[in-house]
């Protein structure tokens, strides 16, 4: 099911804000990642994102969702895209119906 999302990441010399559409089983899979942005933060501006706490529910009505949706309203940063990256590349896997950091043996 989907719902709207917004972030807001407050760092030393920078900030990420969004606010999109993510579906809540992807939200609750990835909530107990923590990783560090950089490359949206420029050289030497990192970012620690920890999705239980800087990602929040804004709704998951279904009608305010689809219109959403449907004007294409998302904006800003949306850290699931940077976790979907790494998914591509195997940093995460998933472990007991939760994402986790990809230890190479």
Known sequence: MDAIYKVDIEGYYSRLTGIFVETKEFVEMS??????ESEMTGKYQEVTVRIERDVVLVTDDPTAVNIFQT????????????????????????????FVEYVHE
């Not at 909530?31 to 560090?36: A, K, M, Q, T």
């Open 31 to 36: 909530s107990e990642l923590v990783f560090i």
């Open 71 to 98: 004007y294409d309203m998302k904006v800003g940063y949306n850290p699931f895209d940077t976790i979907r990256n790494y998914l591509y590349d195997e940093t995460f896997c998933e472990k007991d119906g939760k």
